[in-house]
């Protein structure tokens, strides 16, 4: 008898630190994925500041082109005299 409840106290400490190094495993990836989403959730924002900028820059080249294109306008109407 003494030898069953020795095996059953082996057995129950054991199963205590079977269930604490699975508890600590755990917790190290519950971190792991905490760090995960957070470096996604940095991706995302860092790529949505850099499609905001696309666009700033695309509506600068777009003004410019425009600007580029009212003074070429200019310059052939102030030039398209002298070729008369």
Known sequence: LQGVLRAEQELTVHLRETHAAIEGQLAA???QLKA???????????RGDLQVQVEQLQAQVAAQQAEMAVLMDKLV???APEAV
């Open 77 to 79: 109407r102030v030039r």
């Open 29 to 31: 990836l519950r971190d």
């Open 36 to 46: 995960e989403r957070q470096k996604r959730a940095a991706v995302v924002k860092r």
